[in-house]
């Protein structure tokens, strides 16, 4: 596959709902220590920014001309994970 070449499908980058997922958890369970706090918001960042990572895979796949739903319902996964990590950090 050529730097250029879009996946064959886009469901593999879903997986920074994983690390979004432990840090959101994390942060909303144990937040209120500081160990969690540090640890949750360096698992999230991280998880962000694979998130940013696949969002911009998904964009790429849809202009090559795969599957729309599939796409979207990546994209809309990814936003929703990043979002609970963020307000998660916020609130905490």
Same mark, same amino acid.
């Given at each position: 596959? %050529?730097?250029?070449?879009?996946?064959?499908?886009?469901?593999?980058?879903?997986?920074?709902v994983?690390?979004?997922g432990?840090a959101?958890?994390?942060?909303? %369970?144990? +937040?209120?220590? %500081?160990?969690?706090?540090?640890v949750?918001?360096?698992? +999230?960042?991280i998880?962000?920014l694979?998130?940013? *990572?696949?969002?911009?895979?998904?964009?790429?796949?849809v202009?090559?001309?795969?599957a729309?739903?599939?796409?979207?319902w !990546?994209?809309v996964?990814?936003? *929703?994970a990043g979002?609970a !990590?963020?307000?998660?950090? !916020?609130t905490?």
């Amino acid at each position: 596959m %050529t730097p250029n070449e879009a996946p064959a499908s886009v469901s593999g980058d879903a997986w920074p709902v994983i690390p979004l997922g432990v840090a959101a958890l994390l942060l909303r %369970t144990l +937040g209120d220590h %500081t160990w969690a706090y540090v640890v949750g918001a360096v698992i +999230g960042g991280i998880g962000l920014l694979a998130a940013l *990572i696949g969002l911009v895979e998904c964009v790429r796949a849809v202009r090559r001309g795969l599957a729309l739903g599939k796409a979207a319902w !990546v994209i809309v996964l990814l936003l *929703i994970a990043g979002f609970a !990590v963020v307000h998660q950090l !916020v609130t905490a």
